[in-house]
């Protein structure tokens, strides 16, 4: 599975947020995600399976437990995929944070003559 088809998914997603403070089991990660998105326990399982075996994420087994971690290699990946596009938005950004400062500058300016008015 390509990453941007792991990733297309907001389950997906929502899960690789919850791990990105640390490792999690999957019953904790079950419980938020079938709350938030009204989803079975299974389909939970389902999307667990997704990530890891598409190396997004990992398991280990503490006892009966099964505790989930991100894996960063394929998020790198991504990351330097979508590095060719930084320029596109970055100079956009910097153009509006030039538009604000403007506009910041001419609405004190515009204040400052209407108290001297």
Do not use: C, N
Not at 25 to 32: F, P, R, T, Y
């Amino acid at each position: 599975m390509h990453a941007f088809d792991v990733l297309g998914d907001p389950v997906r997603r929502r899960i690789l947020e919850l791990l990105t403070s640390g490792e999690k089991a999957s019953g904790e990660v079950s419980a938020v995600i079938r709350e938030e998105f009204g989803i079975s326990q299974p389909a939970v399982s389902q999307h667990l399976r997704v990530l890891r075996e598409s190396g997004f994420a990992s398991v280990r087994a503490e006892g009966t437990r099964r505790l989930y971690a991100v894996e960063t290699g394929p998020l790198r990946e991504v990351d330097a995929w979508l590095e060719r596009f930084r320029g596109f938005w970055e100079q956009r950004l910097d153009a509006l944070g030039t538009e604000i400062a403007r506009g910041r500058r001419e609405r004190r300016l515009s204040e400052g003559a209407s108290r001297d008015e």
